[in-house]
DNA sequence: GTAACTGCAAAATATTTGCATCCTT
DNA sequence: AAGGATGCAAATATTTTGCAGTTAC
């Protein structure tokens, strides 16, 4: 484990830091997204605020992580795959949100179905993001 | 049109005022989603930046609006349809955002397929966000 | 007249930037 | 050693809260 986390570093041309060790373990850990809140809280006092945020954002850019869209106002992050990378990110993401224990979870296999637009209009992404109750909750 | 700017507020139990009447018609003017910032930039210094926060607040509590995820960090919000009201929303909504002209829009007409979930998660909403090219700046 | 809405001030939060120091390569 | 990353301080920006004055019903 520790070497594959320091592997996704490298592999993204990130130097392999403490505090990015730390919080992409973070995401692997949890299996799931997380908020910049989450962060904090899970890290509890390890870094420097700023530090997340920094953070956070070369993994953004790097396309280690990428944002999910969710309808309450909280920006969550998530691990991307492998076939991921820089400005180069899957078109299609499943995202389930739990409206009991609110963890969020990427469902990477679950096919998109194409949606039939209006005439017009044409779709370069389709993000689609499912609440209801996950199988831990059910 | 002003007539039935009253009405909408009239019958979502919101006593009519002028600042929701403002804000009211910037929504049915634009015939898409506004942020907070766009509000506040469209009502250029007519009201208090705080009576924006809570006139969103309540039209979102009556059901006069929703709120709209997006990838980027922005809340954005939009008109609901008639059938929408307090606590009781449609459960399926397409909205696509134009990479040009970054306009959201509503498309609700469009059918959302179904999505087939693992094992053990049941789906109360599903929320698509389609970005592409809108028929406008095709 | 009463209850609800608004604006102002201020507090609480969240995010960004600059810079000196420290760590990775 | 050089470049990038971190932590601290401080500047900005965003959102929330309290309260007195005003407006809608």
Redesign the pocket.
């Given at each position: 484990m520790e070497a594959s986390i320091?592997d996704i570093?490298?592999k993204n041309q990130?130097?392999?830091?403490?505090?990015?060790k730390k919080i992409l373990e973070l995401f692997l850990v949890n299996n799931g997204a997380l908020s910049?809140?989450d962060i904090e809280k899970k890290a509890a006092s390890?870094?420097?605020?700023?530090?997340?945020?920094?953070?956070l954002?070369?993994f953004l850019e790097k396309g280690v992580i990428h944002n999910i869209p969710t309808a309450d106002?909280s920006?969550r992050y998530a691990l991307c795959k492998d076939d991921c990378s820089e400005g180069h990110h899957h078109d299609n993401h499943v995202h389930f949100i739990c409206n009991n224990c609110s963890s969020t979870i990427c469902l990477d296999n679950v096919i998109i179905p194409s949606i039939k637009l209006p005439k017009g209009y044409t779709s370069t992404q389709v993000e689609v993001v499912v609440s209801g109750v996950c199988k831990e909750c059910k």
């Open positions: 320091d570093l490298k990130l130097s392999v830091t403490s505090s990015r910049h809140g390890k870094f420097d605020r700023v530090t997340v945020y920094r953070t954002q070369a106002n920006i």
